[in-house]
């Protein structure tokens, strides 16, 4: 089963992409994942990347979509994966459809995780990143045990500086704009299912689940 989360920034797509793989025991395949692992083993294309990374350019949609068909071409995504990140646009969703039409297999769900702007706010201007492992913790939600120390590694943790409120704002306005052919993109193919994410990141998860329960039901054989 091939599942894609989306949602805004902060509407909880990674914590809820990693714990759905976990409970469905399917591989979790974020971008942001792929590009750290293809940088870190300096494969051809991390080497690439990386470039742009340092530039602190977007790495472009063609380097990413060949990071993700080299990932789905692994033995552990026979069964299907959970993709966070990707697509973000048209352009990707579409190579994405490529990808898995040679493989004679396509998307069977879309996840939008819907969340309200003040949810958002509070999620994200709380939360906290490690600088050395990148762990994320949240100074209400999830404190660290020790204040301004991972958990982890002992790294220090620091705000990312679009994080903060009024960067939020301009955040979520940017999505909202720039994913709205996305989303459409999936409803017009009736595969776009949409959760309100604003509740406890348990009870989301046992929506997620549920909608895959009933996708299954009503594509048994």
């Known amino acids: 089963m091939i599942i894609i989360l989306l949602g805004p920034p902060g509407a909880g797509?990674?914590?809820?992409?990693?714990?759905?793989?976990?409970?469905?025991?399917?591989?979790?395949l974020a971008t942001g994942d792929l590009l750290r692992q293809n940088v870190s083993?300096?494969?051809?294309?991390?080497?690439?990347a990386k470039g742009f990374m340092e530039r602190g350019e977007l790495v472009p949609d063609a380097l990413v979509t060949k990071m993700l068909a080299?990932?789905?071409?692994?033995?552990?995504?026979k069964r299907g994966f959970i993709?966070?990140?990707?697509?973000?646009?048209?352009?990707?969703?579409?190579?994405?459809?490529?990808?898995?039409?040679?493989?004679?297999?396509?998307?069977?769900?879309?996840?939008?995780?819907?969340?309200?702007?003040?949810?958002?706010?509070?999620?994200?201007?709380?939360?906290?990143?490690?600088?050395?492992?990148?762990?994320?913790f949240h100074s209400k939600n999830m404190p660290?045990?020790?204040d301004m120390i991972c958990d982890n590694c002992g790294g220090k943790l620091y705000q990312r500086s679009d994080d903060k409120e009024e960067t939020v704002k301009r955040r979520l306005e940017v999505y909202l704009r720039e994913s709205s052919p996305l989303i459409q993109y999936y409803q017009d193919l009736h595969k776009l299912h949409r959760l309100l994410a604003d509740g406890e990141a348990g009870v989301v998860l046992n929506k997620i689940v549920h909608l895959v329960e009933?996708?299954?039901?009503?594509?048994?054989?």
């Open 83 to 136: 993709l966070d990140g990707y697509p973000r646009n048209i352009n990707q969703a579409e190579a994405l459809d490529d990808i898995l039409k040679q493989k004679n297999i396509a998307v069977d769900l879309v996840v939008y995780l819907d969340s309200s702007e003040s949810v958002i706010i509070q999620r994200l201007s709380g939360r906290l990143v490690c600088s050395k492992c990148s762990a994320n």
């Open 41 to 48: 083993c300096d494969s051809e294309l991390g080497k690439q």
């Open 70 to 77: 080299q990932r789905i071409d692994q033995p552990d995504t």
């Open 214 to 221: 009933e996708y299954n039901d009503s594509h048994k054989e």
């Open 13 to 28: 797509k990674g914590t809820q992409a990693k714990t759905l793989a976990e409970k469905l025991n399917l591989p979790h």
């Open 144 to 146: 660290p045990k020790i």
